[in-house]
C-alpha cells in the first residue's frame, strides 16, 4: 500500500511540474488577449457612451499596462512559483475595470455587465485551474459588480435589474466551475495514463535490452563450449581412426567392429557440434550460406 501511494504521490508530482508549464503558456496567451481586446473596446466606448470614450480608454490602457507587467513577469524565475497567482490577476484585472465602468455608467443597467461573463468564459477556456482557483475569481466577480453597482448609486427601482444580472453572472460562475473540475479530472487521467504508459514502455525497452544480453551471452555460451567440446573429441577421433587403417586387419572382429561403433558414434557427436556452431554463426548473422 506504502509503495501504490508513493508511486501515486510521484505521478501526482509530476503531474503538477507538467500543469505548471502549461499554465505560464496559457497565461501568456491570456496577457495577449487582456493587451488586445481591452483597447479595441474603445469601439463600443464609441457607440455605448461617446462622452466617456477617452476616460473608458485610459482605464482600458492601464487594464493593458497591467497585463504588460504580468506578461514580464512570465520571463522571470518568480513566474514558477507564482503561476496561480499570476493567472489569477490576468482575469481580475479586466473584471476590476470593466465593474469600473460600469460604476462610471448606468451600475446595474449597464450593458457592459456582458463584458465579466466574457471574462469568465474565456477563463473557462484558456486558464487550467482548480476548482478552489475557479470558485475564487467567480466570487471576486460577482463581489467587484455588486461594488460596482452599489458604487453607482441607490439600487431604489433597479432590483429587477441587478437580480437578472447576477442570475446569470452566477449561472456563468458555475458553468466555469462545473466545467474547470471536469476538465481538470480528465486531463489528470489523461496524464497518468499517459506516464503509465511511459512506464511500461520504459520497462519493455529495459526487458528488451536485457533479453538481448542475455542472448549474446548464450550465443557466446555455445559457441565456446562448441569449441571445447569439439577440440578433445577431435583428438579422440583421430587416433581412432589412425587405428583403423593401420591395424585394421590385426584385430579380431569384435574389436574391430567395436572401434568402428565408436568411430561411429563419435562423428556422429561431431556433427552435431558442427550443427550447434552453424546455428550460433546464423543468430549472430556470420554464416554464409552457399
Not at 493587451?35 to 482605464?59: H, N, Q, R, S
Not at 466574457?118 to 477563463?123: A, F, I, M
Not at 589412425?242 to 585394421?248: A, E, G, K, S
Not at 562423428?267 to 556452431?277: T, V
Request: net charge positive; charged share 20%.
Amino acid at each position: 500500500m506504502n509503495i501504490k501511494k508513493q508511486i501515486q504521490a510521484e505521478v501526482l508530482q509530476t503531474y503538477a511540474n507538467y500543469e505548471r508549464q502549461i499554465t505560464l503558456k496559457h497565461l501568456e496567451v491570456g496577457c495577449y488577449l487582456v493587451m488586445l481586446l481591452m483597447p479595441l473596446g474603445i469601439v463600443l466606448d464609441y457607440f455605448v457612451y461617446p462622452g466617456k470614450i477617452w476616460y473608458f480608454f485610459a482605464l482600458r490602457l492601464a487594464a493593458s499596462c497591467l497585463a504588460l507587467g504580468i506578461w514580464g513577469l512570465l520571463r522571470t524565475p518568480f513566474s514558477q512559483k507564482l503561476h496561480q497567482f499570476l493567472s489569477l490577476m490576468i482575469a481580475l484585472i479586466p473584471a476590476f475595470f470593466i465593474c469600473w465602468m460600469i460604476a462610471a455608467t448606468e451600475g446595474t443597467r449597464s450593458p457592459y455587465y456582458a463584458g465579466l461573463n466574457l471574462v469568465l468564459v474565456c477563463v473557462a477556456l484558456i486558464m487550467r485551474w482548480t476548482v478552489g482557483l475557479s470558485a475564487v475569481a467567480s466570487l471576486s466577480t460577482l463581489a467587484m459588480y455588486l461594488a460596482a453597482c452599489i458604487a453607482h448609486g441607490p439600487l431604489e427601482g433597479d432590483q429587477g435589474h441587478l437580480v437578472t444580472n447576477l442570475y446569470f453572472l452566477v449561472l456563468t460562475s458555475g458553468v466555469v466551475v462545473a466545467g474547470g473540475n471536469l476538465h481538470r479530472s480528465l486531463r489528470v487521467r489523461e496524464f497518468m495514463l499517459r506516464y503509465e504508459l511511459d512506464k511500461n514502455k520504459q520497462m519493455l525497452e529495459e526487458s528488451n535490452r536485457k533479453l538481448v544480453e542475455l542472448d549474446k551471452i548464450k550465443s557466446r555460451f555455445f559457441a565456446n563450449i562448441s569449441h571445447e567440446l569439439r577440440t578433445p573429441l577431435t583428438l579422440l577421433l583421430a587416433p581412432l581412426e589412425n587405428l583403423l587403417h593401420r591395424f585394421n586387419r590385426s584385430f579380431d572382429q569384435e574389436t574391430r567392429e567395436l572401434l568402428v561403433t565408436m568411430h561411429s558414434n563419435g562423428m556422429r557427436l561431431l556433427k552435431l557440434i558442427n550443427d550447434l556452431l552453424d546455428l550460433v554463426r546464423m543468430e549472430s548473422g556470420r554464416m554464409e550460406i552457399r
